[in-house]
């Protein structure tokens, strides 16, 4: 899993964080689901997938309900932060939404509202985008890093942990 990796790369660069509780979510077995903890914070990643018609690059994450119909995440089932891993060649990057940010864009299932099951994330390098796609990018941007050339250990650990 080149998510997995990635994510391995950063936390190893910090010596006191160990990743644990490592789980496959194999209903979102595609896009490299998993969760898991680095002591006490909890995770959920997904790999995006970069799609050849549109700018920006998709994410899926949702779960079954008790009639084994997907339904997006709720709130209270969501882990702190959900890691989205942009991995296109030479390009990578990670996005890094707390969950109180994804309740807020209507991402996450709440009694307010239906929430999503899919988005589209923007890293810095998408360009020329139409203005719903550079609406979504500037909001995006302050949880994202670029790791395209190296890893900023402070932005990674400010993102992650805080």
């Known amino acids: 899993m080149e998510s997995l990796e ?12 160990r990743m644990i509780n490592l789980q496959e979510e194999n209903q979102n077995k595609e ?6 903890n680095i002591e006490q914070h909890t995770f959920r990643s997904r790999l995006a997938k970069k799609t050849p018609k549109k700018k920006g690059y998709f994410v899926v994450f949702w779960e079954k309900d008790k009639d084994n119909k997907n339904q997006p995440y709720t709130f209270d089932n969501m882990p702190e932060k959900l890691i989205v891993s942009i991995i296109d060649n030479h ?29 589209r ?11 719903s796609a550079r609406k979504t990018q500037k909001w995006q941007e302050a949880y994202f ?3 395209s050339n190296e890893i900023d250990n402070q ?5 992650y942990f805080t």
Request: charge should be positive; proline fraction near 5%.
């Open 6 to 17: 990635l994510i391995r790369k950063i936390v190893s660069n910090s010596e006191k964080h």
């Open 31 to 36: 896009y490299e689901g998993l969760t898991f």
């Open 91 to 119: 390009l990578i990057g990670q996005f890094v939404f707390p969950k109180l940010l994804l309740l807020e864009k209507g991402i996450l299932k709440s009694e307010n509202d239906k929430g999503k099951m899919a988005m």
């Open 121 to 131: 994330v923007y890293p810095s390098w998408e360009r020329e985008l139409n203005p």
């Open 145 to 147: 890093i670029n790791l």
């Open 155 to 159: 932005q990674a650990a400010a993102l």
